[in-house]
Structure formats: C-alpha cells, structure tokens
C-alpha cells in the first residue's frame, strides 16, 4: 500500500496544485489527497483564487456520488498544455 505524506506545509501543497493546474491538470480531492498529502483541496483552491488565478470549479456525477473538478481554463494557443 502506498504512503501519503501528510506533513506536507499549506505553502508547498499550495504551490504544487498551482504548478499542476498551470500544466493543464484536473484535479479532484482524492487526486490531491494521494498526489500533495492535501486534506482541504478547497482551502488551497480558495487560497490560489485569493492570489487572482482563475480556477473553475466542474460539479460531477458518478453514480450518486458527486464531487469537484478543479482546472484552470486554457487558452486557444497557449503553451501550458
């Protein structure tokens, strides 16, 4: 079974969602959980919002479960994907 590291400071897992949403990534709780040990993905979301990036927030549905996908909109051209 593999191990989340879960002392990981509210700074870094900041900056690697940035990083990941700048890249093109979609991210989900559960993604961020396993990928930065992050346990408020919505905290860090709210908190990149605050600092003026332009995160969308996607309601899904799986069966009766729904859940957040966050992603940032890419631009025709742009070189992030």
Known sequence: METIDLDVSVESQSKMIKEFLLNGGRLTQIKALKLF???RLA???????NEGMDIITKMEKRGKKRFAVYYIPQVAGDSAT
Do not use: K, T, V, W
């Open 43 to 49: 905290s860090r979301i709210n908190d990149l919002r």
């Open 37 to 39: 040990g992050c346990m």
